[in-house]
């Protein structure tokens, strides 16, 4: 009888300690993104899965680039600052998937995409909002209003009183616009 069988016994067991213990990863490579030397990255190359981490202030600029049914890339990269520490699980054979606390994979819920829609200003088309949520909250519209509703208005005074700088104004890590 095949569940006599060593092996299936053991493929059972193993199968119910990995459920139990939720969505827990195999040890894999890691490196912190922000300090990350051009040997670390060539080091985890070819792992079949790394966990990139960004912690809490690191800041990192991100190339981003369209292609299939559109196609395009900025000129420059923006720069990002980390909120929280966070993990990017990259996989050969995977999607790339998110942790928050380093040792479990987070939900299908916490990466999620939001696209607007307005005109542009020289009233000649639309125009894109592309944003990318990553975090717990069951709720990142809610999160990106209070974003918004925080943000100072535009070509609003500096606290000292002093109008913002251009690259304060537009710099890559600007503040998002109010909605107007």
Known sequence: MITRSPWVRS????????????CAMPAAPRVRVATATQAELEAVRDADTVWYEFQEGDEVPIQLAFFGAM??????????????RFYFIMSKYAPM?????GETVAGSQA????VGV????DGKGGVLGWMV?????????????????SAPPPNAPAGDGAEPSE???????????AER
């Not at 998937?97 to 606390?101: I, K, V």
């Open 11 to 22: 493929f059972v067991l193993a199968s119910a300690l990995a459920f139990a213990g939720g």
């Open 71 to 84: 196609q395009g890339a900025g000129e420059h990269a923006i720069v990002v600052r980390a909120k929280q």
């Open 167 to 177: 690259s304060e104004a537009s710099g890559p890590t600007a503040s998002l616009p």
């Open 97 to 101: 998937r998110l942790s928050f606390d």
């Open 118 to 121: 307005s005109a542009r200003e």
């Open 133 to 149: 949520y990553m975090g717990t909250s069951q709720d990142p519209e809610g999160e990106l209003k209070k974003l918004i509703e």
């Open 111 to 114: 990466s999620q995409t939001l």
